[in-house]
């Protein structure tokens, strides 16, 4: 059903955001068509794909400030919120990308990946309840037009009972030649997930979910145990751009670059003890075949530049995050990056999650004369780190990964510890699903046995 332009949308009452329907609602039976045109203009803008960036709106709030997870339940339920994860000494929740359905035929796949997300919440006991979903982007296929939302994110998550955050992907931010002024993705984005106060949005259409009150498309999360640095990668298919870059892309600002050096200074300065996670859409690492192998990389590479600039900064405020979380290219990939920081060697997992409904890619694709040679997991693929990178890594790995099913990531925070679970869609329980986990020492920044 696609979004109605209403005068005057029904509005929570004392202001206080809702997540999901009173009763649980079956699975949507109709998915707007989309125009022909949409198809042809996707075909037409392939080459702006990979020129045309987007400036960066900047935050309502100051760089060194902080998104609470209490505020984004709201003042009436947040403290209650916060108060049980608390108590029970640990948090979860979800992550992934790429859940967008561009035509009625990706659909089910990412009702499937909805659905089971929202069945884990409903599952779980209290204690063990995911408490938010961190969305990395590409929410709304094919360029996060006002009329598609409803099909393919409000209607999707109409029984997700829980926060939804996001950063925006370049398909919820590239702009069509000849969008009208207003119209612009980001513009759409922001009404629905960086709103002042939790309303309904025309997106919403008859459905209850209120708009997400992040403070922008880049922010903090905090939460108990976790904060999650969300950071914009900008617009083209490939690489993931963060800033200017000296007249690289003068379109862009270098806001966020001072936004992440502020965000780390903090937590240097707070001597924060919790996981500190980063998550881009574009990932830093996505695999490509070495020379001479067979086949060639899946369906996105490698942003070498943007995760330069994020050491940079790194190496600058003397803080490292514990993991990165990207999506982007349409698999799960998970590596470790073994580097010297400081004076220690510690372990990063770089994770990436872009298999949450809208396709599932091969890490490998066949080229011509030559079959496709698939990894072993657990190869050593060092030559992936780039010749500019700001850090020498002593090793990278890809430890596991997974490109034929859908999934999602259902991570664990505690005080000691931080578990990324990969999830396939598809088994019949919890414990059966998870395909795939890794463990970091907070403290050690280290891997850990599971
Ligand atoms: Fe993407």
Known sequence: MPAKQHAKLPQPIFHEPIFSEEEATPSPTGFQTKHPSDTKTYDEVQKLLKKDVVEVPKSRIADNDLFRLQDAYGSNHGPKVVDKIQSAKKIIFHAFGDSGASNVRKYSSELHVSDQVTLDCNQS???NRPAFLFHLGDVVYNFGESQYYYDQFYEPFRNYPAPILAIPGNHDSFVVPGTPKGKEPLTTFQRNFCAKEPV???????LHRTSMTQPGIYFTLDAPFVRVIGLFSNSLEDPGVLSNREGKWPGINDRQLKFLSAQLKRIKKENYKGAVLLATHHPPYSYSPPPKKGGSGGNHGCSAIMLKQIDEICLQEGVYPHAFLSAHAHNYQRYTRIIKFGKSEIDVPFIVCGDGGHNVNPLVRASKGHPAEEPH???TVDYME???AAIAAKQLLLEKYDDTNYGYLRIHVDKEQLRIGFHQVGASTLAQSRYDM????????????N
């Open 125 to 127: 006991d209290e204690a």
């Open 200 to 206: 309904i949005t025309p997106e919403a259409g008859s």
């Open 377 to 379: 997991p657990g190869s």
């Open 386 to 388: 780039s010749s500019h």
């Open 438 to 449: 890794v463990t970091v020492d907070l403290a050690e920044h280290i891997m850990v046995s």
